[in-house]
């Protein structure tokens, strides 16, 4: 794969330049984009439209497709996660989830994670590779296609959520280029603003973030209220303790207009961090630094081998009631997909044995 350009990580513009490159009018790169953005075409082969002297020509120096689907799981729920390896057979997981009224597709940006978080499958794999933009984009064109068809329009509108594997700010900016060349117009025209990324702390990016014009949303995982329980839980606090980190979000609010939030991911671990004195704890540091901000209390998904328990429901209730008590918008995310390993801290290509309630595909 060295030296073949892979098409669906460039921007319009690149294309043009690039067919132009090859001595080609500019149109073909318009063309080349269409094919492989609004049509989702994944192969050469299938760009009838092109020349077909020029369709073998462009297969010598770059490539339509690189990522191979190994397996699909559909979870009882109608989640679906799909297992895939890029072309140098390193795992890469998406998450395509259904609602009423949109899907929600949550796609990773690397394969595996470098940083440890003790309540995460994913950290199990360690860092394999940061991904590039062209395999960000075709995770979402694989998902969007086995859910509705090749090229397909979708029936409502597709919101996006770079929470599957790795630290998405660590992999900041292939992922901003992956951002940039979906929400083009021609293409999947999935815009920024229907974008959130999870982080779990990246510090220097969040400040960086508040800079950017076009942006997508921000969540930043919490875990814990204090630094001695964060330390455990996500040892990336040992570098960005949580008043650098708080201090950098109260810079990123002063960027958000008056009617925007971001969000605080807070997973529930029994008998860990789901006391009513860490719902206290939380608030008051969230108050201290002053941020309107709203938080998702996120149930544990259990997998093993992780030592965690989810909290029960009641203790997941209590805790929002407390938040609440003290002026922060508490909300509880249900899980999805657990049966199949792809809940939020499940992604870790593993293959479900024996998926209870659920139907396991093997794609080719
Ligand atoms: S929770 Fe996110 S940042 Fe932490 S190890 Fe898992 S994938 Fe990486």
Redesign the pocket.
């Known amino acids: 794969m060295n030296q073949v350009t892979h098409l669906v990580g460039l921007t319009q513009a690149e294309l043009t330049a690039l067919v132009e490159e090859l001595g080609e009018p500019a149109y073909r790169g318009r063309q080349i984009f269409a094919a492989l953005h609004a049509r989702r075409l994944r192969s050469f082969d299938e760009m009838t439209d092109l020349p077909k002297e020029f369709r073998a020509r462009l297969s010598e120096s770059s490539s339509a497709s690189t990522l191979t689907v190994e397996a699909r799981y559909i979870s009882e729920d109608g989640t679906r996660r799909y297992l895939m390896k890029t072309h140098d057979n390193l795992p890469v997981e998406t998450v395509f989830i259904p609602e009423e009224r949109r899907d929600t597709i949550c796609f990773s940006s690397q394969s595996g ?1 470098p ?3 003790s ?2 499958l ?2 199990k794999l360690g860092l394999l590779r940061t991904l590039t933009a062209g395999e960000m984009v075709e995770q979402i064109i694989i998902a969007l296609n086995d859910a509705y068809g090749v090229g397909a329009k979708t029936p409502h509108g597709t919101n996006l959520v770079a929470m599957g ?3 998405p700010f660590l992999a900041f900016e292939p992922l901003m280029k992956a951002l940039k060349v979906m929400s083009d117009l021609k293409g999947l025209h999935i815009v920024p603003n229907r974008v959130t990324v ?1 982080t ?1 702390g990246i510090v220097p990016r969040i400040r960086e973030l508040a800079t950017v014009e076009d942006r997508p949303h921000l969540a930043i ?1 919490l875990a814990a209220p204090t630094d001695e329980l964060r330390n455990e839980l ?1 040892p990336i606090n040992r570098k960005w303790p949580l008043n650098e980190l708080l201090a950098a979000c109260k810079e990123f609010e002063r960027s958000l207009k008056p009617s925007e939030r971001f969000t605080f991911e807070y997973v529930m671990l029994d008998g860990v961090n789901d006391r009513e004195e860490h719902a206290r704890q939380l608030a008051n540091l969230l108050n201290r630094h002053g941020l309107r901000v709203k938080v998702n209390l996120i149930p544990h998904n259990p997998a093993d081998p992780l030592p965690y328990h989810p909290s029960p429901p009641e203790r997941v209730e209590s805790f929002k009631r407390i938040l609440e008590s003290k002026g922060i918008n508490a909300f509880v995310r249900r899980p999805r997909g657990r049966d199949i390993y792809a809940a939020c ?1 499940q ?1 870790a290509a593993r293959r479900p044995a024996n998926p209870q309630g659920s139907a396991l595909h093997q794609l080719a």
């Open positions: 994670c940083l440890q978080c309540f995460c994913t950290a594997a790795g630290e999870s779990a995982s996500m801290g992604l």
